[in-house]
């Protein structure tokens, strides 16, 4: 079946075909963890949907949106080549209208570990997520967990305005030296993506201890060793489900996360954690 290109809500509309949807919202610049989320919505779903879309609302002025790589036409081989049925890429004026006054607000989740360094991040994901699953009405999105507070806000919002929608997180996709894939990663030197490796390789080190002080203590210990290069903006163990920082006597799964700044490209990164008591 060939790929059917929807560049507007009203043809959106006519792609739609009978059974299962799974959507996989992106903002386009497709590599192979985009990939991997895009087989794993035709293992789902009868149909699948990628959206194309690079969401202005979720940048702050100073952030890379007018730089953000915009790659259309590989992006359409790479959803024809994975089996998408359809790809909706809108332009911001069919997403937006200009008079706009309503958004989702993501609470005080929004607002801590990448929030707090991202300010209104959260509410620009949640408001573009949102009208994508009304414009698409998917049975199941796919979200990597690569961004594991998007994916954790997303879940949130699913179940606070109980939309009747799957939530699956896929994992994350690393180059064989460990470096989580993401479309800024086109934006390092040879240098920098060298300077970059800390980040996995503090998860690594912080994932072999068994206490959330020494978790971090191990992470953060790599992360200085990489240098002045690497400007850590966080590192922080929390509870996947709420974002809020674990202490000592927390049990149960955790999540890692990482944020830096390597040059002028910011990264994140994260692992998932079983702690025992
Ligand atoms: O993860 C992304 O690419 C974006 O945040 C998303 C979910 C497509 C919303 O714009």
New binding site residues.
Partial sequence: MDLIVAGNRDDLAKARGTGTVALV???GALHDGHRSLIRAARARADQVVV?I???PL?FAPNEDFSRYPRTFDADLEVCRAEGAGVVFAPSAVDMYRPDRQVSVCSGEMGTIVEGASRPGHFD??LT??LK?FNLVHPDLAI??QK?AQ?LAV?RRMVADLDLPIEIVGAPTVREPDGLALS?RNRYLSAGERTVALALSRALRAGAAELTPSAIRATARAVLDAAGPDLDLDYLALVDPATFKEVGDSYAGSAVLAVAARVGTTRLIDNVVLSLRP
């Fill in positions: 919202p992106t903002m959206s879309f690079v969401n979720q620009g994901v573009v997520v994508l979200f990597g961004d998007q997303i479309s």
